[in-house]
């Protein structure tokens, strides 16, 4: 009877519908009806008339939550957002009890965070954060040092750990760019297990650019009392010590380490560059016989580590994609000489690609556009024995670029000559303006219909050799090539003076490597895409990209 009344929505002690109606019939119908003689309805009927409460009267729907079983509602507040629990939890004293229930913060930490961590079974699943954390940090630091440091996870609620770490540090999830003047970088903030970790991801060692990225961990937060998150500064070769972090405003923070002695090595500074040369490059300053490259090599190490103990971190979006793209866009890694490899945002704004560096070098900073491409000019590369002519392909990309400078000349004519004729005809400027839309609505169809042309009638695959005397990093770039576009390259002097853009030609491989054959340097430079999964780092709208894009150029211009 108590499992029938909870179906029929109104709980044991309003009755339910069966008992309902037959009460009715035995006062409207015969004396000789068949009796209700349910054991348990008689159980409970006698249960509330020996406390004084008079008969219920027939069944109806609960008017409100509080006349639901405390087990359905812990179902619906498990399904609620997490950050409304807490207006949930001041509705009345029944809620705030039953909001107390773990079960329901395990959920809200799984599905708007991805725990899947048991605060109970964290040794018994063998999931042991007070191991996997310390070897991932430095194999070559005993775990026994880290054991005093560590929570105890099994005197801790799901509750504290989504109040007091997922949802307090919620706005540093995603990718971040650290502003170390022009050398940039790509930060990676993820929840992992019971930890919020920023990962720096670096490129692989030059000049294997196909080779997977490098990362490193930066800081980490992590409860170690209840009620009480702890951020940890990771920076350095004595493990975790204490740091801050301190969220500026929207779209950024930053990071403060408080012991810096702990990125100090007992061999001084010496020691820190051969160490910092060996993760950086993968070699000795003895192995590098270019004396430029040693140059710039020790350039970066000075200025970068003058920045160990405060970052500031500015929000990065990866680019929106669209269907007509030429191919998906996103991060790449890409060589550039002696600077060695770099990481490169790819997004397409209509007819233009763009290739933004999200790290970058004393010449051409993070930040600034490096590679433009005109998706309007196709170029068809000539047969393999002229392509290993320099001279041949130069003449090919100028002639391209002369006939894109004479159509920017029209345009502006054009556009000067509207101007004329729009202060002329001030009395019916609006109908002087329709025939002029149309006909740049028709210019961009035609150029639009000119590139999907070229992308259809282009083979699927045609032979590709560098020309003679084009500087590769890389000797291992792809012999086929799908199709190639004129472009324009950035070039600058140290500190980044006296900035032009250049032609030159992009080719693409395939759907996840293309290259850039930048002309007056006589230089070639491979692209590969990142093959990285990254959790929050969708942009909301491509208006919040765009200006994305303008904010990480304008702090380096």
Same mark, same amino acid.
């Given at each position: 009877?108590?499992?029938?009344?909870?179906?029929?929505?109104?709980?044991?002690?309003?009755?339910?519908?069966?008992?309902?109606?037959?009460?009715?019939?035995?006062?409207?119908?015969?004396?000789?009806?068949?009796?209700?003689?349910?054991?348990?309805?008689?159980?409970?009927?006698?249960?509330?008339?020996?406390?004084?409460?008079?008969?219920?009267?027939?069944?109806?729907?609960?008017?409100?939550?509080?006349?639901?079983?405390?087990?359905?509602?812990?179902?619906?507040?498990?399904?609620?957002?997490?950050?409304?629990?807490?207006?949930?939890?001041?509705?009345?004293?029944?809620?705030?009890?039953?909001?107390?229930?773990?079960?329901?913060?395990?959920?809200?930490?799984?599905?708007?965070?991805?725990?899947?961590?048991?605060?109970?079974?964290?040794?018994?699943?063998?999931?042991?954060?007070?191991?996997?954390?310390?070897?991932?940090?430095?194999?070559?630091?005993?775990?026994?040092?880290?054991?005093?440091?560590?929570?105890?996870?099994?005197?801790?609620?799901?509750?504290?750990?989504?109040?007091?770490?997922?949802?307090?540090?919620?706005?540093?999830?995603?990718?971040?760019?650290?502003?170390?003047?022009?050398?940039?970088?790509?930060?990676?903030?993820?929840?992992?297990?019971?930890?919020? !970790?920023?990962?720096?991801?670096?490129?692989?060692?030059?000049?294997?650019?196909?080779?997977?990225?490098?990362?490193?961990?930066?800081?980490?937060?992590?409860?170690?009392?209840?009620?009480?998150?702890?951020?940890?500064?990771?920076?350095?070769?004595?493990?975790?010590?204490?740091?801050?972090?301190? !969220?500026?405003?929207?779209?950024?923070?930053?990071?403060?380490?408080?012991?810096?002695?702990?990125?100090?090595?007992?061999?001084?500074?010496?020691?820190?560059?051969?160490?910092?040369?060996?993760?950086?490059?993968?070699?000795?300053?003895?192995? !590098?016989?270019?004396?430029?490259?040693?140059?710039?090599?020790?350039?970066?190490? !000075?200025?970068?580590?003058?920045?160990?103990?405060?970052?500031?971190?500015?929000?990065?979006?990866?680019?929106?994609?669209?269907?007509?793209?030429?191919?998906?866009?996103?991060?790449?890694?890409?060589?550039?000489?002696?600077?060695?490899?770099?990481?490169?945002?790819?997004?397409?704004?209509?007819?233009?690609?763009?290739?933004?560096?999200?790290?970058?070098?004393?010449?051409?900073?993070?930040?600034?556009?490096?590679?433009?491409?005109?998706?309007?000019?196709?170029?068809?590369?000539?047969?393999?024995?002229?392509?290993?002519?320099?001279?041949?392909?130069?003449?090919?990309?100028?002639?391209?670029?002369?006939?894109?400078?004479?159509?920017?000349?029209?345009?502006?004519?054009?556009?000067?000559?509207?101007?004329?004729?729009?202060?002329?005809?001030?009395?019916?400027?609006?109908?002087?303006?329709?025939?002029?839309?149309?006909?740049?609505?028709?210019?961009?169809?035609?150029?639009?219909?000119?590139?999907?042309?070229?992308?259809?009638?282009?083979?699927?695959?045609?032979?590709?050799?560098?020309?003679?005397?084009?500087?590769?990093?890389?000797?291992?770039?792809?012999?086929?090539?799908?199709?190639?576009?004129?472009?324009?390259?950035?070039?600058?002097?140290?500190?980044?003076?006296?900035?032009?853009?250049?032609?030159?030609?992009?080719?693409?491989?395939?759907?996840?490597?293309?290259?850039?054959?930048?002309?007056?340097?006589?230089?070639?430079?491979?692209?590969?895409?990142?093959?990285?999964?990254?959790?929050?780092?969708?942009?909301?709208?491509?208006?919040?990209?765009?200006?994305?894009?303008?904010?990480?150029?304008?702090?380096?211009?």
């Amino acid at each position: 009877m108590a499992v029938c009344a909870r179906l029929c929505g109104v709980g044991p002690s309003r009755g339910c519908r069966r008992r309902g109606a037959q009460r009715e019939q035995r006062r409207e119908g015969p004396a000789d009806s068949e009796p209700d003689t349910d054991a348990e309805e008689e159980r409970i009927e006698g249960a509330r008339l020996g406390q004084g409460q008079a008969p219920a009267p027939a069944a109806r729907a609960p008017l409100s939550l509080l006349e639901l079983p405390p087990e359905l509602l812990v179902q619906i507040f498990g399904s609620l957002p997490g950050t409304d629990l807490p207006s949930l939890a001041r509705v009345c004293s029944i809620f705030r009890r039953i909001l107390r229930t773990d079960t329901i913060w395990r959920r809200r930490c799984r599905e708007e965070y991805g725990v899947c961590e048991n605060l109970r079974k964290l040794e018994i699943t063998g999931v042991s954060c007070r191991d996997v954390y310390a070897k991932r940090i430095n194999p070559r630091v005993k775990s026994g040092r880290f054991m005093k440091i560590l929570p105890d996870y099994e005197h801790m609620e799901y509750r504290d750990v989504y109040t007091c770490l997922l949802h307090r540090y919620r706005h540093i999830l995603g990718l971040w760019q650290p502003d170390i003047g022009p050398y940039g970088g790509l930060l990676n903030v993820v929840v992992d297990g019971l930890f919020i !970790i920023g990962w720096m991801y670096l490129p692989p060692h030059d000049p294997h650019v196909d080779d997977p990225m490098r990362f490193k961990p930066l800081f980490r937060i992590h409860l170690m009392e209840r009620k009480s998150a702890t951020v940890e500064c990771m920076y350095g070769h004595k493990g975790p010590h204490n740091g801050h972090i301190q !969220i500026v405003k929207k779209d950024e923070f930053s990071t403060k380490c408080n012991q810096t002695d702990h990125h100090r090595m007992s061999g001084g500074r010496q020691e820190e560059f051969r160490t910092w040369l060996r993760e950086e490059w993968g070699r000795t300053l003895e192995d !590098i016989f270019h004396e430029h490259m040693q140059e710039l090599i020790l350039m970066k190490f !000075i200025y970068t580590s003058q920045y160990d103990n405060c970052l500031t971190y500015r929000r990065i979006y990866l680019p929106p994609s669209s269907p007509d793209d030429l191919l998906k866009p996103g991060l790449f890694k890409g060589t550039y000489g002696s600077h060695g490899l770099e990481i490169v945002m790819l997004s397409f704004h209509g007819k233009k690609a763009k290739g933004t560096k999200i790290t970058g070098d004393p010449n051409i900073p993070a930040g600034q556009q490096t590679v433009e491409i005109d998706l309007a000019h196709p170029i068809q590369l000539p047969d393999i024995e002229n392509l290993r002519n320099f001279n041949e392909l130069s003449r090919i990309v100028l002639e391209v670029q002369e006939q894109v400078r004479r159509e920017q000349q029209q345009e502006e004519e054009e556009e000067g000559q509207e101007e004329e004729e729009g202060h002329a005809r001030q009395g019916d400027s609006q109908q002087g303006e329709q025939p002029v839309q149309r006909d740049d609505a028709g210019a961009e169809g035609t150029e639009a219909a000119g590139a999907a042309t070229a992308q259809e009638s282009a083979p699927t695959s045609q032979p590709f050799v560098l020309p003679v005397g084009v500087i590769s990093r890389n000797e291992d770039y792809p012999r086929t090539c799908r199709m190639c576009f004129y472009g324009t390259g950035l070039i600058a002097g140290h500190g980044f003076t006296s900035p032009e853009r250049t032609p030159g030609i992009f080719i693409l491989f395939d759907d996840d490597r293309f290259g850039f054959i930048w002309l007056e340097l006589k230089s070639f430079s491979l692209y590969s895409r990142i093959k990285v999964s990254f959790q929050n780092a969708e942009a909301p709208s491509r208006e919040a990209f765009d200006e994305m894009l303008k904010n990480i150029q304008s702090m380096t211009t």
